[in-house]
């Protein structure tokens, strides 16, 4: 920024959004407690035009930069929990028994444990729990010593500073909010969601912090090392039998091992505790599907849509499993449901195309190809698709367009290779045929034994011209 003479003028925040226990309160990570290791992280502000460094030592909260940002541009926002930091940097004083406010309903959404909240001013932090913590920050920054009996009144004033609870936490899981589940588990993170019954809304989460440390130690373990994966993961049974999360991770295990009738049973099992993430009824239909089951596979994909309705990838599964079994009507309905969950996501346009074309609608499946470039440009089956119809419509130069397209993404994609050559051929451009049927036959797989021997003729009879 200085490079570019932009540093002067500008504003620039920077913030973590948490820490690391890294084995503090018996944690491995973060996301499970609220203690000052995980909760308490660096914010630097440097303002436009001003260089006089300030150290700010009253409670501010990440919520506080989407109002401190729109100061900075002169614009205000309605309302929103935080509120600028900037008369702080000005040298007001601020308050000091500002209740900063911290959740972490983590370890509520996947296993069904109670949710933990938090204030926290200058010198003291309540921690609402089952078994709920005060602690004196000033003379016990570690958090170690719990006053909540010294100072009963102090705590009470400071759990009304929080805001109201809700009744009911709904089961959800955050790719439902912004981001997919693909993505998250690309971040290592634990997916998942769980039924909360009252009597396990009564687990501290303190009281079951092995149990979550071995299920970590086998999330750890999953790539790299199945068998220490499941051992961990079965460590984490025998500390809490009916825990669905450890189970849902061994059947995992099983699936990808091959062994299905195993991950069936487990699957179950983690059903059976509570355990209701899509992904296992999904992995469920995948078995049922393998054993030719197909009713059992539609009931698990339904389930999985039911347990969570914004889950495009099994709206998009069921829709595919429809349209094998023949119902382009299910079929549609399901991958329309996908593109309401996630309008951005290509293969439910794609999907959704193909259906319309075997329902003889070639226009609808067009636009539905279009749809779904617009989202992946370099979609290579749409492109294919979109070059079959076009060469069906005798458009041979639209067609190689988007054979073209479609090979540029997947060099020795067969099927576009084959048709690339059919439409130069219709073109006269008979060296790009040539090249392309020669190329074929190099890459197309076993099955394409007919298209094999159609592109040897062509070659033949090119040859004789």
Do not use: C
């Not at 709904?170 to 690309?186: G, K, N």
């Not at 989460?205 to 970590?216: G, L, M, S, Y």
């Amino acid at each position: 920024m200085r490079q570019l003479d932009l540093f002067g003028g500008s504003g620039v925040i920077v913030v973590a959004d948490h820490g690391e226990s890294l084995g503090e309160h018996g944690e491995r990570t973060h996301g499970t407690f609220l203690y000052d290791s995980t909760i308490r992280v660096p914010l630097l502000v440097k303002l436009p035009d001003k260089t006089v460094p300030r150290t700010i030592d009253v409670p501010v909260e990440t919520s506080d930069l989407a109002p401190t940002m729109a100061a900075m541009a002169g614009a205000t926002l309605g309302d929103v929990d935080g509120r600028s930091v900037l008369p702080l940097m000005d040298g007001a004083r601020g308050d000091p028994d500002r209740p900063a406010y911290a959740e972490s309903y983590y370890q509520n959404v996947l296993l069904g444990w109670s949710p933990l909240r938090a204030v926290r001013t200058a010198r003291w932090k309540f921690i609402e729990a089952p078994r709920p913590e005060l602690y004196d920050l000033q003379s016990d920054p570690g958090e170690q010593q719990n006053h909540l009996d010294d100072h009963a009144a102090l705590a009470a004033g400071l759990q009304r500073a929080l805001p109201a609870s809700p009744d009911a936490v709904p089961a959800s899981r955050p790719s439902d909010a912004a981001e997919s589940a693909e993505r998250l588990r690309s971040l290592g993170y634990a997916a998942g969601s769980t039924v909360a019954t009252a009597a396990s809304r009564k687990i501290d989460p303190k009281d079951r912090v092995e149990v979550w440390a071995a299920i970590e130690d086998g999330i750890d373990a999953t790539a790299r090392n199945p068998e220490a994966a499941r051992r961990a993961f079965a460590r984490a049974l025998t500390l809490d039998p009916g825990n669905g999360l450890a189970m849902k991770y061994l059947a995992d295990i099983s699936f990808r091992a091959g062994r299905l009738a195993e991950a069936r049973d487990r699957y179950r099992r983690a059903i059976a505790a509570g355990f209701r993430h899509p992904d296992v009824f999904v992995n469920l239909a995948a078995i049922a599907e393998r054993e030719g089951k197909i009713g059992d596979a539609r009931a698990a994909l339904t389930e999985a849509v039911q347990s969570a309705s914004a889950d495009a990838d099994a709206w998009n599964r069921l829709g595919l499993l429809e349209a094998r079994s023949g119902d382009l009507a299910a079929a549609r309905r399901a991958f329309t449901s996908a593109m309401a969950a996630a309008p951005d996501r290509a293969e439910p346009y794609y999907n959704l195309a193909i259906v319309e074309r075997r329902a003889g609608d070639e226009a609808s499946a067009q636009s539905r190809l279009q749809d779904a470039l617009a989202r992946n440009p370099s979609y290579p089956e749409a492109h294919f698709e979109l070059g079959t119809g076009y060469l069906a419509a005798k458009q041979p130069e639209r067609a190689l367009t988007e054979y073209r397209a479609a090979l540029a993404a997947r060099p020795d994609y067969a099927e576009a290779l084959f048709g690339a050559a059919r439409a130069a051929l219709d073109l006269g451009r008979t060296d790009d045929a040539r090249r392309d049927y020669e190329r074929f036959i190099r890459v197309a797989p076993p099955e394409y034994k007919a298209q094999v021997a159609a592109a040897h003729d062509a070659l033949r009879r090119l040859s004789q011209r």
